[in-house]
């Protein structure tokens, strides 16, 4: 059988495929005769077409002498048997040619097995294996075959079509494969027994080995194929099989080679490496071994391509030179046949039809897996091909891979989207591609921002993530070709970026954007809430000070254009902004202000939001009973709307100010109610400040051992990290409770200086209090309390009844 990559030669007479192969391996006819162990004059003769039929043992030496193999050995025996000069090659035959080496195909052998098992009535007449060139569709073949085999007592046996073969040709080289003189004599030759028909490359001549075997099947019920090529036969009783490239390791992947080796790809890799070097792997070349077998997509033929290079280079050396050039890799695997990954892909990209290849150009502007949906977006403009019959016919040809089962998600293999970039710029089509990919990108994050907050906030966030590599790709083409797609791209993505983590990645480019003076004209909406997102991210990372301007600016152009979501919005971001930079009264009635314009426009969930925001200004001003009273409403609000998450944050609050009361038990239920329920709807941040209650709670009411475990919760993994805030204070309450007085001021000393600048000046007045309460040093001790009381005069605190109780004869009146 020929391997996926062979050269085939067929049609000249055998003088001519000895001498082509003669000067391919640049041998003279006297330099072939010592090799081959014969007469240079039955070399001559041979090439001069005096001996049209040589011995079977003469063309073995000559094909061993020409280092001939595969494909190639197969094609020059072939022309040796008689083929006439300038007729069209018939079909290559073998009994069964040895399967070889197979890596990191188990679970397509043993599904294949299965299901062409002739005790399975029910399984298919015949499969095709579709692929890439190189992907490894003929060992695969060759390897089921070899299982099967002993379960077909009719035999099991092969052909190769070569170019230009006709239907009889075909079907004369299955009977002369299966030892009959005639395709009439099979019948008595299969006597009723189940016999199975392997056929290589169908597409050399797919309308002659279709009506081939539309035929065998229809006078042969017993007869089953298993055929290969770049498309499917088309027969209605065919299964298609597209084979996948082998699975290369994920990025998360461990360092070690152990935790690598076992995925497919890279055992392929290792094997082929370990034939053309003598040394194993060492551990510095793991982590680039991974990363180049990511590159090559898992394709067989670019692995065993790749490794070829370890003969002279490192594997990261093999990496630097053709990690970003993969369909450059070459090859020479027998005298006069080379293998080139670009020439393997395009064969295949040459079967499709013009405006197929112009939608392949779209889909491989996609970094990520895609949906139906985005595909359709893609194909939307320019393209006149139907995208489920591009996809069907994609996956039908082998280069495309599809997931899922409820709803699929597709991906281009590497090389192939690789190759449909290459061809989309030499045809001039990649801007236009790269346009319409920036606006579908910018369109679904628009449509997706609505969502990112309250209980479908994950949900939102994982969307997102699904493109994150496409957002990225989106958002570096149009800031530099279409700064307006660009800045809609970007004024959707603050809240996934603050939610995920990115939001010094996610403030520059804003603020490129906005400073862009291309971007003065956009949309003013979309101008707007680009503002409020800047100062969204800037808050998260403590610079929020520096972009209350751009959040004013924001609200008096969400109020001018009337946008009652933005103006909440930017209302809410001011409170959070004016708070970090000590404008407390102000940062109180942006939140009143967020309230009344929620209530006038009926909005449930904004009202719960901005009730439960001006708690903290009532704990702020001492008033608990204020703030038990907001809390109540936030828990009706959010059931009204179904907003569990802040429902339990409204749970979480509470039970800080159950604490902050003295009630320490009724806390310590209350919090562990909360982080229950956080957990449940993924709010990771607000779990540890939860958390942090608890363990004070639990301390300050002398439960030390459970406030211990709550403890080791909240500390670092690393135990030389300091510890941050709110597991210094619990930290050092502990110590407090259990007598270590100069532990515990230590420790509340580091919580003041980890709470400094922060967005809740009460926590630093908690541990202020605690650094009074515990240090023994008279000067400390007053430094403390002058600390406290302007923090308390600035931040307009009012110390709660418990703090002043706390603090005794130390007291500052504040």
Known sequence: MTSDHGADQGGPGFDAVLRTYRLRAKLTQDELAARAGIGVRTVRDLERGRASRPQRTTVELLA???GLAGADRLAFLAAARGQQAGAAAPPRYVRLPPA????????DVAELVARLSPAREEGPRGITLVGLAGVGKTSLALTVAHRVAPAYAGGVAGIVVTDGS????????????????RPDDLAPRFAGRSALLLVDAVERASEAVAEAL???????????????????VGLPTERVWPVAPLVAPPEHAGPGLADVAGYPAVALFLDRLARVRGGPVEPDEVAPLSALVRRLGGLPIALELAAARGRVLTVAEILDRYGDRVLDLSGRPAPGAVVSVREAVAASYRLLAPDEQRALHRLATFRNRWSLDLAEAVLEDGSATDAVHLLDRLLELGLLSARGARAFRFRLLDVVGDFALERAAADGDLPAARHRHAQVLADLAQGIAPDLKGGRL???????DDVAGDLGAALTFAAREDPHVALRLAAALPRWWRFRGRDVTGRQWLRRLLADPRTADADPLVRAWAKVGLAQLALEHGSGGEEIGSAEAALAEFAALGDVPGQLTAHTQLAALWMTAGGYERARGHGAAALELARGS?????????????TWHEIREGDLNAARNRLAEVDRLASRCGEHRLRAVAVANLAEVERLDGRFD???RLGRDAIAELEDVGDPGHRRRVLATVGLALAESGRVTEAAAVLAELRAPDPQVPPDGPAAVVEATIALCQGEEKRAAELFTAAVEAYAGGHDPRDTV????????????????????????????????????RERELLGAWTTGA
């Open 100 to 107: 070889g080496d197979l890596i990191g195909r188990d679970g």
């Open 666 to 668: 009724e806390a310590a």
């Open 64 to 66: 061993a002498a020409l």
């Open 602 to 614: 009926a909005r449930i969930r904004d009202m719960a939001v901005a009730e439960n925001n001006l």
């Open 766 to 801: 908690e541990a202020l209090v605690g650094v009074v309460r515990s240090t023994p040093d008279a000067e400390r001790r007053q430094a403390a309390l002058d600390q406290l009381a302007e923090l308390c005069r600035t931040g307009g605190i009012t110390l709660l009844r």
């Open 166 to 181: 006709t239907a009889g040709e075909v079907l004369g080289g299955v009977a002369a494969v299966f030892g009959v003189g």
């Open 458 to 464: 994950a949900e939102a966030a994982a969307r997102l």
């Open 214 to 232: 539309s035929r065998l099947l229809r006078q042969h019920p017993t007869l089953r194929f298993l055929a290969t090529g770049r498309h499917p």
